[in-house]
């Protein structure tokens, strides 16, 4: 039937209607009433159904039937709204849904357009935590001076964290970047404030912030960001989450204390499930005091990675971090003098398992095989020794129905107290704070400390070799030695009187002399045992070699290291 041209109104609206009811038009054979007052609205009828349909530029878009959208006055307002985002390549379909389910034209306007950049690839929340973390940080960056800086797997799993896994990011999954404003950062920033996740607050501005930056700067047509203002760098971190700036560490006196009672007390008191302090954990403290490293890179430490040191001062080695653990993402060696080679061969041989970390983990889960300590345990060590509750919620409602009760509730004993708290990472402050006390140079603290400040100046190295890399120049394995064997020597002096504080007047047992199967002996540090023990040893391979046949140069050498290694440090025991 042919297009009838007529300023549709309400009789040809009815006429259509009963057409659809009596089904009397085919989809080959429509009846079409073609707007004169609209030239690009069309209401057609087939088979069972009439709606109104707009033509515009060989693109065929249906609004709806009459009883959608309504007189032909309705139909001709949506037709020119519907031509206008034609014209400027937005989704119309998208935008004639909208309307139909009853969202304003201004609203059903942004939902077109936020279609249409879906369509183009544009970039939502996801992709752009993905693009940010999985792509950029995951790989190597080189800046304008050509320093290469290697990825750090554990910010690229923190960036995920705080961007994606939280509750309160959820909501912005879907959301596309250009849709997004400072107010939307803003409520999950405050979210997380009310909830009392300070830090959580804090770090997803921070790399909302860099993931946005990253976008706009890199793919910002990509990203939906062309052309847009950095709104983003409006969002401010609230004040109530900038942690205050640390005023006390422990001194040196008071690292000493916690050294001991680490040792002392394996089993916290007043704890239902008796759990003794692992070994290595105990070392792991040690460590980290007598080196002043980060955990996240100090616990990684491989055995393979402990090294001699040619041409260094006798007992001493040199243990090695491979870029890829460091927070400046450069490979970092540390001369450490013989008592302190001496504690990691105390971790190594404490452990109950083969594992090729000097401070394996005491429990492997998720089908591990073997893994490193995490940085968390010596963290938790210091705050057993607090008398921190094993479970603090537990805890808590235990504590609050004894009072209800009236019932006397046992608190824990806390055995740091008169010490501030403190991490591990104040170790580096109480390190570099004795050293300018010794009048240690301060680049030889920066080079130990592996401070951002202190730069080589060199090209970035990738397939060296690791013996290559822990004994380059850069390293200045000298300069370290000079702030490590002041720092250590100190540390090691105050353990002692420390110790001394604790021991009896007299009666005390000897050392231990024999390590297999056998504690240390509390009353004597325990880098004075093994120092026994090592001194023991050389004795009985000194006079084993005696009985061989020797000739007379070889005897008397041997007579020599026998009589020096016949002395007995009666301070020690």
């Known amino acids: 039937?042919?297009?009838?041209?007529?300023?549709?109104?309400?009789?040809?609206?009815?006429?259509?209607?009963?057409?659809?009811?009596?089904?009397?038009?085919?989809?080959?054979?429509?009846?079409?009433?073609?707007?004169?007052?609209?030239?690009?609205?069309?209401?057609?009828t087939q088979g069972n159904s009439c709606a109104w349909i707009v033509k515009w530029n060989g693109k065929t878009v249906t609004l709806g039937s009459p009883d959608q959208v309504g007189d032909a006055d309705a139909a001709r307002m949506m037709t020119r709204e519907v031509v206008a985002l034609l014209r400027a390549k937005k989704d119309a379909k998208a935008y004639v849904t909208a309307r139909l389910s009853g969202e304003a034209p201004k609203k059903a306007a942004d939902t077109a357009a936020e279609a249409t950049e879906r369509q183009k690839g544009r970039w939502d929340w996801k992709e752009m935590v993905r693009q940010y973390a999985d792509i950029y940080l995951s790989n190597p960056r080189t800046n304008s001076r050509g320093e290469t800086r290697l990825p750090s797997m554990e910010t690229v799993k923190e960036a995920k964290r705080y961007l994606l896994t939280f509750e309160e990011t959820h909501h912005l999954h879907d959301r596309l970047l250009s849709t997004l404003r400072a107010g939307d950062l803003e409520e999950v920033r405050n979210a997380f404030f009310r909830k009392g996740r300070l830090a959580a607050s804090r770090q997803f501005v921070a790399y909302s912030k860099a993931a946005l930056t990253h976008a706009r700067g890199t793919d910002s047509r990509e990203a939906g960001l062309e052309g847009s203002a950095y709104w983003w760098r409006e969002v401010k971190k609230r004040q109530e989450t900038i942690p205050q700036a640390k005023t006390r560490f422990p001194t040196l006196a008071e690292t000493a204390r916690v050294l001991y009672l680490a040792e002392k007390h394996r089993v916290m008191s007043d704890r239902k499930i008796e759990r003794v302090t692992s070994e290595n954990s105990v070392c792991s403290l040690w460590w980290l005091a007598l080196t002043g490293q980060r955990a996240s890179a100090g616990l990684k430490l491989l055995k393979s990675n402990i090294l001699p040191w040619p041409n260094g001062p006798e007992g001493w080695q040199v243990v090695y971090f491979p870029e890829d653990t460091m927070k400046g993402r450069k490979a970092h060696s540390l001369p450490i003098p013989p008592r302190v080679a001496l504690l990691l061969k105390r971790s190594i041989e404490s452990s109950e398992r083969e594992s090729v970390y000097v401070f394996p983990a005491t429990r492997l889960e998720g089908g591990k095989t073997d893994a490193h300590l995490s940085r968390s345990t010596p963290r938790l060590l210091i705050q057993r020794l607090r008398g921190r509750p094993a479970d603090p919620k537990a805890f808590a409602l235990a504590k609050a129905k004894a009072e209800k009760d009236g019932e006397e509730f046992k608190i824990p004993v806390d055995l740091l107290e008169g010490i501030p708290d403190f991490s591990t990472h104040d170790f580096r402050t109480t390190f570099a704070t004795e050293c300018g006390n010794l009048m240690v140079r301060g680049d030889a603290v920066s080079a130990v400390l592996d401070h951002q400040s202190v730069s080589t100046g060199e090209a970035p190295r990738f397939a060296a070799a690791i013996t290559r890399q822990a004994y380059d120049f850069s390293q200045r394995l000298e300069l370290k030695a000079v702030a490590m064997e002041a720092w250590t020597n100190a540390l090691f002096a105050a353990v002692d009187e420390e110790w001394k504080r604790h021991r009896p007047r007299m009666g005390f047992p000897a050392p231990t002399s024999r390590k297999d199967g056998l504690s240390f002996n509390r009353f004597v540090p325990w880098y004075s045992t093994m120092e026994n023990w090592e001194k023991q040893e050389k004795m009985a391979k000194a006079k084993a070699d005696l009985r061989k046949p020797q000739s007379d140069g070889q005897t008397l050498k041997r007579l020599g290291f026998a009589t020096e290694a016949d002395e007995w440090d009666e301070e020690a025991s």
């Open 1 to 44: 039937m042919p297009t009838h041209r007529i300023r549709i109104g309400a009789k040809q609206i009815k006429e259509a209607k009963a057409a659809a009811r009596s089904a009397e038009f085919s989809t080959a054979d429509p009846l079409i009433f073609a707007d004169t007052g609209e030239i690009n609205l069309k209401l057609r």
